[in-house]
């Protein structure tokens, strides 16, 4: 519907039945409440958009961190092998399972952190979303009802 009088009044004589003209007071009603839902859902979806955006760029950031953490864990390691290779030949391959041991706990700690705070921001945005979507659909719902 385009907010055009003659296209409102066939829709309330569509689904209520009852005749109404152009010129009733209603039929105004009726179209500043179709503009304000355009306009509402309009805001919603460009909040929406922003909120991605924000949360894409988090989501970049905090892959760039885990990027550049495991590349310096990695050089970490590498350094620490070949300190050991030069201390004792006969310790390289029990020092080596505790140095793994010890960077891999590490990695899935960080990891993990990480994972909890990206799961709760995911968790408060879809809850967001859905309150947002269920209060619509409640203002809908409440609108389609009342014109009954």
């Known amino acids: 519907m ?13 689904h209520s039945g009852t005749r109404v003209t152009e010129d009733d007071p209603i039929v105004v009603m009726l179209m500043m409440q179709d503009q304000s839902f355009r306009q509402a859902f309009d805001a919603f979806a460009e909040q929406q958009t922003e909120e991605r955006l924000v949360f894409l760029e988090e989501l970049s ?11 310096k864990l990695e050089k970490y390691r590498e350094q620490l092998l070949a300190e050991l290779a030069q201390y004792a030949n006969g310790q390289i391959a029990e020092a080596e399972h ?17 994972n909890g705070r990206l799961v709760k921001k995911l968790e408060r945005l879809v809850v967001c979303a859905v309150a947002a979507v269920l209060a619509v659909l409640l203002i809908v719902g409440a609108v389609v009802w009342s014109g009954r």
């Open 2 to 14: 385009e907010n055009k009088p003659a296209e409102i009044v066939a829709e309330v004589f569509r």
């Open 61 to 71: 950031v905090r892959e760039g961190n885990i990027t550049e953490a495991a590349a």
């Open 98 to 114: 505790k140095i793994y041991g010890a960077v891999y706990q590490r990695i899935a700690r960080d990891v993990e952190d990480a």
